[in-house]
């Protein structure tokens, strides 16, 4: 009896993936009815003889990832590496096989006693979208492409095919990976929220990566059924990319609307050793600003038992920093003799240069030459006003243009003229204001207040002064970023902090560690919320808002991670205070969960 039941789902999965895949243009292999079989009967498949006699030495590729953290690499995932023909011996997880012309997937086993049983749940739930089955966890094929890292278009065609994406979704990026989640994910029974239209995903480094995928795993892909653009943009495969995929990313926000990453590494000397890389490569946020040419807000966290350093502070304090040039992209030298220190202009029409002594050196000495563009100011200017008024709060502009009169003077005018011509009167009606302030007397004036503003900064000052509001409202952990771009429909989410790289050589030597993950979180809600507008999509946006109070009660009911706790006990801090990460992740999940079904957001399958 037992032979003929394996032979009746062989046969039956087999026929079924062959006509899911040829309802969209593929034909399902042969390796993939004899994998399977040989998955049901239990035999030790060598996956290289049967492609070798199936496929006649066609180039097929091998990507797999499992979710639960092998031991043998520390990083908490298995290496997404690409390998030769035949199952990788590295890999004891089920993989998915993909070929130029031709996809098929299927569940391998290798010498692990999985049973028969499961591994039909697995595969059934790849099919049948995760619903109602207890799947075994794993993604598949997050990473793919040639030796030359360029995949063909079949292929992604063909990993198109396999994700169900919306239709509108016709060619992607070489580095990119689009994902229906309902593919190969573990699934809660709930009837998913649909969403229509992609998010951009970019994947990070270190810690700020693990939390990242327990993000999608336990409070994202559950409740969404959601085409995802994945990057990965982690320091080795920004490296393997010369860094194409960063730029690859941007463009795809662009195209997209919306985008959402994962802190990255920003190599220093030590990092180039640590990693091998090639090059120190830029900050590839400054590539995503740079690309995009938008502004970052910054906005704090509040939760009632976090205690601030500065007690006023009530309401939020939003940080609009203008992330293009300035100091971060000048020309800075040193000197060590006397002589003159000359600035010139030469106009592209070929009339007179203009030049400009600045100082004299009777020695050794420093000196810089910064700039900023008309454009960019504007493009500022306007992610700003319309940020205020999608806040709901009053917009104040700081500079020093007492001291710097022309390059700070054309700040403050160009804020002045946009906003007397096109958004006075918006503001008006709205209750709103707009000032511009000196930075020394707004710096305290904002010590003062109850907060409730944005504050729009220069770059260098931004960069200050958003650490400084981060740590008045108690924790670094409990901010948020977005990148706004000028035309109010771009945007792109991501944590404020780095990727916590000491918890991470924790967690690489099996220790635990208690990292806060609510800018994570916050990264995908404010994504998601931006999607929901884009989309009119109501479900969406009750959702992003559910997951924001969740984080938030979780914390005030008691349960937060080390550095909350730490911010409110002080030296009286006891391990019985705080949860390690995954307990902490639970908590969360627990309470999202509940919020979405109180609500009716979600309903069971």
């Given at each position: ?17 062959s006509?899911?895949?040829?309802l969209h ?20 498949t ?15 590729y ?10 043998r690499?520390g990083?908490?995932h ?18 998915a096989v ?12 290798k ?18 979208g ?8 794993l993604r ?7 030796p030359a ?5 079949e ?13 509108e979704?016709?060619?992607e990026?070489?580095f990119s990976?689009?994902?229906?989640s309902?593919?190969?994910?573990k ?6 929220i ?6 951009v ?11 990242w ?12 059924d959601?085409?995802l653009m994945y ?6 495969h ?17 195209r997209?609307?919306v ?11 030590q ?15 400054a590539?995503i600003r ?18 601030r350093?500065?007690?006023?502070w ?5 940080i609009?920093r ?23 202009f030469?106009p ?5 240069p ?10 050794g000495?420093?000196?810089?030459g ?9 493009g500022f200017a306007h992610?700003?006003?319309?940020y ?9 502009l700081?500079?020093?243009?007492t001291?710097?009169?022309?390059y700070?003077?054309?700040f ?5 003229a ?9 503001f008006?009606?709205?209750?709103l204001w707009y000032?511009h302030r ?8 904002a010590?003062k207040s ?11 000052d931004g ?16 901010m948020?970023?977005?990148?706004v ?9 991501e ?5 916590v790289t000491r918890?991470?050589?924790?967690y690489?030597?099996?220790?635990k ?21 884009l ?14 109070e ?22 009286s801090?006891t391990?019985?205070?705080y949860?390690c ?6 908590k ?10 109180e ?7």
């Amino acid at each position: 009896m037992y032979p003929l039941l394996c032979l009746f789902f062989s046969f039956f999965l087999a026929v079924h993936a062959s006509n899911a895949l040829q309802l969209h243009g593929f034909h399902c292999c042969t390796p993939a009815a004899i994998l399977l079989s040989s998955v049901l009967t239990r035999e030790r498949t060598n996956c290289s003889e049967i492609f070798r006699r199936n496929c006649k030495s066609r180039p097929w590729y091998t990507a797999c990832r499992a979710a639960a953290p092998p031991k043998r690499d520390g990083t908490g995932h298995l290496r997404r590496s690409l390998r030769e023909p035949g199952y990788p011996e590295s890999c004891r997880f089920p993989a998915a096989v993909i070929h130029p012309q031709t996809v098929c997937k299927t569940l391998v086993l290798k010498r692990h006693r999985r049973s028969v049983v499961s591994c039909v749940k697995s595969y059934l739930s790849s099919l049948f979208g995760g619903r109602n089955i207890d799947v075994y966890g794993l993604r598949c094929g997050e990473e793919f492409g040639s030796p030359a890292l360029v995949p063909s278009e079949e292929t992604a065609a063909g990993l198109r095919c396999l994700s169900s994406p919306s239709k509108e979704v016709e060619k992607e990026e070489p580095f990119s990976k689009l994902n229906r989640s309902g593919t190969l994910n573990k699934m809660s029974g709930f009837q998913r929220i649909k969403v229509e239209h992609p998010v951009v995903e970019m994947d990070g480094d270190e810690m700020a990566r693990v939390i990242w995928a327990m993000i999608k795993e336990k409070l994202i892909l559950p409740y969404l059924d959601i085409p995802l653009m994945y990057y990965d943009l982690s320091i080795e495969h920004r490296d393997k990319t010369d860094d194409q995929v960063t730029v690859d990313a941007a463009l795809a926000i662009k195209r997209h609307g919306v985008g959402v990453k994962c802190a990255t590494i920003t190599p220093d000397e030590q990092r180039v050793k640590e990693f091998n890389l090639k090059k120190m490569w830029k900050s590839p946020n400054a590539t995503i600003r740079n690309t995009l040419d938008g502004t970052i807000f910054r906005a704090p966290i509040i939760i009632k038992n976090v205690p601030r350093l500065v007690p006023s502070w009530t309401k939020p304090i939003i940080i609009g920093r203008h992330a293009h040039a300035d100091q971060y992209k000048a020309l800075d030298f040193t000197v060590d003799k006397p002589g003159r220190f000359v600035m010139s202009f030469v106009p592209a029409d070929k009339s007179e240069p203009e030049v400009h002594e600045v100082y004299e050196f009777k020695g050794g000495g420093v000196g810089l030459g910064m700039y900023n563009t008309d454009a960019s100011i504007t493009g500022f200017a306007h992610a700003c006003f319309q940020y205020s008024l999608d806040q709901k709060m009053p917009l104040y502009l700081s500079t020093k243009n007492t001291v710097l009169k022309k390059y700070d003077g054309r700040f403050k005018d160009i804020f002045q003229a946009i906003y007397e011509k096109e958004y006075k009167q918006k503001f008006e009606e709205a209750g709103l204001w707009y000032e511009h302030r000196l930075i020394d007397d707004m710096v305290a004036q904002a010590i003062k207040s109850s907060g409730g503003f944005v504050w729009a900064c220069k770059n260098y000052d931004g960069d200050v002064q958003s650490d400084v509001v981060a740590q008045g409202y108690g924790s670094l952990g409990l901010m948020t970023s977005v990148l706004v771009c000028p035309d109010g429909k771009t945007i792109e989410a991501e944590a404020a902090h780095g990727t916590v790289t000491r918890h991470y050589r924790q967690y690489q030597k099996g220790i635990k560690t208690s990292t806060n993950p609510i800018a994570s979180i916050y990264a995908w809600t404010r994504g998601l919320s931006h999607r929901a507008k884009l989309d009119n999509n109501q479900k969406l946006k009750e959702f992003a808002q559910a997951l924001e109070e969740a984080c938030v009660e979780t914390v005030e009911a008691g349960f937060m991670t080390k550095d909350l706790a730490l911010a409110i006990k002080g030296d009286s801090l006891t391990e019985q205070d705080y949860l390690c990460t995954d307990e902490f992740m639970e908590k969360l999940a627990h309470m999202a969960e509940r919020k979405l079904v109180e609500r009716q957001i979600i309903t069971k399958a």
